[in-house]
T-cell receptor
């Protein structure tokens, strides 16, 4: 059973460009979470999605950031008009439907560098 | 949400037992205590979770006193590969999102 997959692993963008980060959850998992980790800091929750629904986006910046988890295909975290402060590692996690325990399986992350 | 406090860093030597304590004075009735481990350049990995008393698995033990205001992660006989950041999280397991603090950076020396 493959783990959570994220691509690309490294992404370089210039200021003002768009960044698209992809996350494929583990097989059978219908819950996806996105977290951001700035250098030397802990992970910060961004958004929690189920298939075709955003459950909790309380950690998402109000502007330029959006996330989706379509019926088919990976979850996408989209950052428009990137700025240097967006440089960070972005982690995706998934969990099984109806998981009682707070056990999330994390992917390897996408490291975004904004020049 | 219950706030957690844990040491910023700890040093140990190979073969020793390591105990990392986490304080969570405002833990709620529905909250569970969960520990994650993160190696450099990797995503966090679930280690152990508990509600009260003691939980043990193949990786670690988790001790939770009766008042649940603190918990201790115990790693038996650490090796160099246990060098990582360890996060203590407290929350309702049905809430979805995980709230990470600064974590404890454990450095295991030969």
């Amino acid at each position: 059973n493959a783990g959570v997959m994220q691509n690309p692993r490294h992404l370089v963008r210039r200021r003002g460009q768009e960044a698209r980060l992809r996350c494929s959850p583990m097989k059978g998992h219908s819950h996806v979470y996105w977290y951001r980790q700035l250098p030397e800091e802990g992970l910060k929750f961004m958004v929690y999605l189920q298939k075709e629904n955003i459950i909790d986006e309380s950690g998402m910046p109000k502007e330029r950031f959006s996330a989706e988890f379509p019926k088919e295909g990976p979850s996408i975290l989209r950052i428009q008009q990137v700025v240097r402060g967006d440089s960070a590692a972005y982690f995706c996690a998934s969990s099984p439907q109806g998981a009682v325990y707070n056990e999330q399986f994390f992917g390897p992350g996408t490291r975004l560098t904004v020049l | 949400l219950a706030k957690t406090t844990q040491p910023i860093s700890m040093d140990s030597y190979e073969g020793q037992e390591v105990n990392i304590t986490c304080s969570h004075n405002n833990i709620a009735t529905n909250d569970y205590i969960t520990w994650y481990q993160q190696f450099p350049s990797q995503g966090p990995r679930f280690i152990i979770q508990g509600y009260k008393t003691k939980v043990t698995n193949e990786v670690a033990s988790l001790f939770i006193p009766a008042d649940r205001k603190s918990s201790t992660l115990s790693l038996p006989r650490v090796s160099l590969s246990d060098t990582a950041v360890y996060y203590c999280l407290v929350g309702d397991p049905l809430a979805g999102k995980l709230i990470f603090g600064q974590g404890t950076t454990l450095q295991v020396k030969p």
